[in-house]
Nanobody, 126 residues
Framework: QEQLVESGGGSVQAGGSLRLSCVATSDTYKGNLIAWFRQPPGQERAGVAS????????YYTDAVKGRFTISRDNANNTVYLQMNSLKPEDTGVYYCAAGPLYTGAPWYTETRYNYWGRGTQVTVSS
């Protein structure tokens, strides 16, 4: 059974919107920090946003602040990433990740996440 399944990717023009979904198993979601990472073509994977499954507290990378919103649905173990005003530089494979809330590492540190989805492609054309 896959622990995390992403959906909602696609191709849009610059300025458009997409909403990504990440459905987790109950054990993967409960009490954890859930994050979205992205990997642009030819680049390293990097954190986009994260949300606490308990408090709902959120973090964002500077490049997406004011344009992206991460949210959660605890009843359905689902985390969303609403992406507005998309830019070509937002293009990449978007991954959902889950890991313990308290590790001492920054939220964007890949090694703090135990579970990863397979990713969903987002392509933004100019």
């Amino acid at each position: 059974q896959e622990q995390l399944v992403e959906s909602g990717g696609g191709s849009v023009q610059a300025g458009g919107s997409l909403r990504l979904s990440c459905v987790a198993t109950s054990d993967t979601y409960k009490g954890n920090l859930i994050a979205w990472f992205r990997q642009p073509p030819g680049q390293e994977r990097a954190g986009v946003a994260s949300i606490s499954a308990i408090s709902g507290y959120t973090y964002y990378t500077d490049a997406v602040k004011g344009r992206f919103t991460i949210s959660r649905d605890n009843a359905n173990n689902t985390v969303y990433l609403q992406m507005n005003s998309l830019k070509p530089e937002d293009t990449g494979v978007y991954y959902c990740a889950a890991g313990p809330l308290y590790t001492g590492a920054p939220w964007y540190t890949e090694t703090r996440y135990n579970y990863w989805g397979r990713g969903t492609q987002v392509t933004v054309s100019s």
